[in-house]
């Protein structure tokens, strides 16, 4: 266990539907971030949030709108998803943005149908 | 922009070898790489980390290097157990991650 948690751990949708993702990290840190990793490609950075502000947006589609309440929690929502899109989503935190380790939660496998 | 490679894509051995995983990345400037381990479906698990002022790093079995001028890092994995079966991804942190595409390796028992 990292201590980083993710929600759900496996989500099959359709293209209309609307679904969030759920990260919790229970370790103090300040920064989260979500990534995408799609078969035969490497990790891709998609949101940096530092201190609930955030801080990158990775030329992300607007039909993913992450969310960040509070350091702990972190959303991925999801509307009008293409089936390309199918995907692991992983979450990661670390104590502050930059140079800090990173530790990862396990995932979210998403299949757009 | 920062690109890593690793090699080989993937890699089959028999259990009790000693092998190496190589990484590369074109930009120097970081601070730190990192070695992770990922399990079929999985999370990543970090395995080492060497900051760039560091030459190398050892976890048991695995010792890791870097060779930032080159532009280099290698992972040896010492006595392979089929446990050790897993892809190994390369990230270098030049104040994002950036990661590699992974070696596959499977070790036989």
């Known amino acids: 266990e990292t201590g980083v948690t993710q929600t759900p751990r496996h989500l099959v949708m359709g293209m209309t539907n609307k679904k969030s993702l759920k990260c919790e990290q229970h370790?103090?840190?300040?920064?989260m971030y979500w990534y995408k990793q799609s078969a035969k490609k490497p990790l891709e950075l998609m949101f940096v949030y530092n201190f609930k502000e955030q801080t990158e947006n990775n030329s992300v589609p607007s039909r993913f709108s992450p969310e960040c309440p509070n350091s702990s929690h972190l959303f991925l929502h999801l509307h009008t998803l293409q089936p390309e899109d199918s995907a692991l989503y992983l979450c990661?935190?670390?104590?502050?943005?930059?140079?800090?380790?990173?530790?990862f939660g396990p995932g979210t496998r998403l299949t757009v149908l | 922009k920062q690109e890593v490679t690793q090699i080989p894509a993937a890699l089959s051995v028999p259990e009790g070898e000693n092998l190496v995983l190589n990484c590369s990345f074109t930009?120097?400037?970081?601070?730190?790489l990192q070695w992770f381990r990922q399990d079929p479906g999985k999370g990543l698990t970090s395995l080492l980390l060497i900051q760039s002022s560091q030459r190398e790093q050892t976890s048991g079995r695995l010792n890791a290097s870097l060779d930032k001028s080159s532009g280099r890092s290698t992972l040896y994995i010492a006595a392979s157990q089929p446990g050790d079966s897993a892809t190994y991804l390369c990230?270098?942190?030049?104040?994002?991650?950036?990661f590699g595409a992974g070696t596959i390796l499977r070790v036989k028992s």
């Open positions: 370790l103090g840190h300040n920064a």
């Open positions: 930009d120097s400037a970081i601070y730190n």
């Open positions: 990230a270098v942190n030049g104040n994002k991650l950036v």
């Open positions: 990661a935190s670390s104590q502050d943005r930059g140079s800090d380790t990173q530790y």
